[in-house]
């Protein structure tokens, strides 16, 4: 027994320095990713469950590294949080999302509205909204156009700064979703104190209805909760005729998901928004 403890402590520990060297591996790339060009957005397109139209876009970071291989924004986004490379990346996102917004727009194409996912770090920057307008300024994309994604748990671990932020957002006309809702905090009081528009319901409830009574318990609770509160709800991750039809049934306003479509390369987005707004 003593010699398989021992045997597993060196495993365990060279399992721990291969994940170390992978996270320098990754970090001293990630560096470099920006300027060589190697990181691009896909969009994942809204759809209204009632209609069936496209109300917009969700921008996914991509990084393709010619080294590593295409990385997992789950894997590259904690990592560029923890070094704040997520600063410079995350101000790129948004620049090329709303860039790309306003050349779909340009072009004559009904294209929604154009969501931004913002990290806990970049979310803590007081002068975020002065970023934020820099860009629509640059861009000449309409605040109204565009959504940035806030995950609950970040709004909450930033309760100081989250107030101020979010009413100069607000005040610039931008709409903003709370991501990922459902997973983050237990208090709702927050809801009804921040300038909020959306709730992004979590992709970990969607995937079992309708079977599961208690995943559709608390997709009926949200969806409740939303109409009540006055905000758009939308379901993450609808992979399935079924789940739609009883996100349809719950009167769920959008929906998202590989049922309507993966992220895609604006080249496909650009075919899809060409094809009409209908599904
Ligand atoms: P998220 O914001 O919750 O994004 C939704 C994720 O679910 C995306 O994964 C999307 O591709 C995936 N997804 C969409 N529909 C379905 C479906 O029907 N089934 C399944 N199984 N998955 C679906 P992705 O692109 O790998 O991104 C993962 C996470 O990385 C995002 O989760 C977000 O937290 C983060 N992320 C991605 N891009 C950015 C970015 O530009 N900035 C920041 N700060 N975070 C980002
Ligand atoms: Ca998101
Ligand atoms: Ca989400
Ligand atoms: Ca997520």
Request: charged share 25%; with cysteine.
């Amino acid at each position: 027994a003593k010699l398989a403890g021992r045997n597993c402590i060196r495993v365990f520990s060279r399992e721990l320095s291969e994940e170390i060297q992978r996270r320098v591996l990754l970090e001293a790339r990630l560096k470099q990713a920006l300027e060589r060009r190697e990181l691009v957005l896909h969009y994942q397109p809204k759809r209204e469950i009632s209609t069936g139209r496209l109300t917009g876009w969700e921008a996914l970071l991509r990084w393709q590294s010619p080294e590593l291989g295409s990385v997992s924004p789950d894997e590259f986004i904690p990592l560029a949080e923890r070094s704040g490379l997520i600063l410079p990346i995350g101000e790129w996102v948004l620049r090329e999302a709303c860039r790309q917004m306003r050349a779909w727009q340009d072009a004559g194409l009904a294209a929604g509205t154009m969501a931004v996912n913002l990290s806990a770090r970049q979310f803590r920057q007081m002068d975020l909204a002065e970023e934020v307008s820099a860009v629509l300024r640059d861009t000449g994309l309409a605040p109204a156009d565009l959504e940035l994604e806030i995950t609950e748990s970040s709004l909450m671990d930033n309760l100081a700064t989250a107030a101020t932020v979010l009413t100069d957002l607000e005040r610039l006309g931008i709409r903003i979703a709370v991501d990922d809702f459902g997973t983050g905090y237990s208090s709702l009081s927050y809801l009804k104190t921040f300038p909020l528009h959306c709730l992004k319901i979590d992709r970990s409830f969607i995937r079992d209805i309708p079977g599961d009574d208690n995943d559709t318990a608390i997709v009926r609770t949200i969806i409740a909760l939303a109409g009540t509160l006055g905000l758009t709800v939308v379901a993450e991750g609808v992979e399935t005729e079924a789940q739609l039809a009883y996100l349809r049934a719950n009167r769920c306003d959008q929906a998202q998901g590989y049922l309507f479509s993966r992220p895609l390369p604006p080249e496909a987005c650009l075919a899809l928004l060409r094809a009409g707004p209908r599904r």
